[in-house]
T-cell receptor
Framework: EPEVTQTPSHQVTQMGQEVILRCVPI?????FYWYRQILGQKVEFLVS????????KSEIFDDQFSVERPDGSNFTLKIRSTKLEDSAMYFC???????????FGDGTRLSIL | GEDVEQSLFLSVREGDSSVINCTYT??????LYWYKQEPGAGLQLLTY?????DMKQDQRLTVLLNKKDKHLSLRIADTQTGDSAIYFC???????????????FGTGTRLQVTL
C-alpha cells in the first residue's frame, strides 16, 4: 500500500538555525498538509497546500514557516530561525480529494537545543 | 473555532470491549475520523464516518455517530494488548474540491489493555 514518507525521522538543531523537513506524499495525491504535535499534546494543524499554493494556515504558521513543493514528489516545511518551542513531532499528510481520509507519515521529531 | 474533546484515559481487560468517546462542536463537520498512534509512531487511520451515517462497522471496530448531540464513539470488540495506544478523534468540514480540508484533532484517549 502506498505510504507517505518523511525524512529525517529525527532532527536535532541549534536554536536560531534553519531546518527543512521533507515529505514525499502518496504519488497520486493532490492535497498536502503539515501538522505538529508537541510532546503530550494534541495534534495541531499548521498548513494545507493545493495547486502549488497554500490553501489555509493556522496561527502557528507565522512568517518563520514556509512550505514548498520543489518538484513533482517532495513537499517540504522550512522553519527559518528555530526556537525552543518549535520542538515537536511534525507530521506530513496527503489525500487525493478533501473528502478522502488524510494519510500520515511517521513524522519527524524535531529537537531544538 | 472548532473543538474536539475526548477523555484522556481508558483501561480495559483483554477480551472486553472498549468504548472511546468524542464530542465536537463544529456542526458543519462532514467527516469524522479515528486515528491510532502507538508509542513513537505516526498516525494510523483506523476508520471514518460520513456525517449522514449513524453507524459504521469494520471487523472489530464499530463507529457510532450522534449528529444531534455531536457525539462520536469508537467501540473495539475483543480488545487485545496490541490495541494499547492513543486514539485520536478528528473532524473535517470540507468536501469541496479545490480546497484542502484541515483536520481538527481531539486530545487523544490513551487505551491501556490489561491481562
Amino acid at each position: 500500500e502506498p505510504e507517505v514518507t518523511q525524512t529525517p525521522s529525527h532532527q536535532v538543531t541549534q536554536m536560531g538555525q534553519e531546518v527543512i523537513l521533507r515529505c514525499v506524499p502518496i504519488s497520486n495525491h493532490l492535497y498536502f498538509y503539515w501538522y505538529r504535535q508537541i510532546l503530550g499534546q494534541k495534534v495541531e494543524f499548521l498548513v494545507s497546500f493545493y495547486n502549488n499554493e497554500i490553501s489555509e494556515k493556522s496561527e502557528i504558521f507565522d512568517d518563520q514557516f514556509s512550505v514548498e513543493r520543489p518538484d513533482g514528489s517532495n513537499f517540504t516545511l522550512k522553519i527559518r530561525s528555530t526556537k525552543l518551542e518549535d520542538s515537536a513531532m511534525y507530521f506530513c499528510a496527503s489525500n487525493g480529494r478533501p473528502s478522502q481520509p488524510q494519510h500520515f507519515g511517521d513524522g519527524t521529531r524535531l529537537s531544538i537545543l | 473555532g472548532e473543538d474536539v474533546e475526548q477523555s484522556l484515559f481508558l483501561s480495559v481487560r483483554e477480551g472486553d470491549s472498549s468504548v472511546i468517546n468524542c464530542t465536537y462542536t463544529d456542526s458543519s463537520s462532514t467527516y469524522l475520523y479515528w486515528y491510532k498512534q502507538e508509542p513513537g509512531a505516526g498516525l494510523q487511520l483506523l476508520t471514518y464516518i460520513f456525517s449522514n451515517m449513524d453507524m459504521k462497522q469494520d471487523q472489530r471496530l464499530t463507529v457510532l455517530l450522534n449528529k444531534k448531540d455531536k457525539h462520536l464513539s469508537l467501540r473495539i470488540a475483543d480488545t487485545q494488548t496490541g490495541d494499547s495506544a492513543i486514539y485520536f478523534c478528528a473532524e473535517s468540514g470540507g468536501a469541496n474540491t479545490g480546497t484542502a480540508s484541515k483536520l481538527t484533532f481531539g486530545t487523544g484517549t490513551r487505551l491501556q489493555v490489561t491481562l
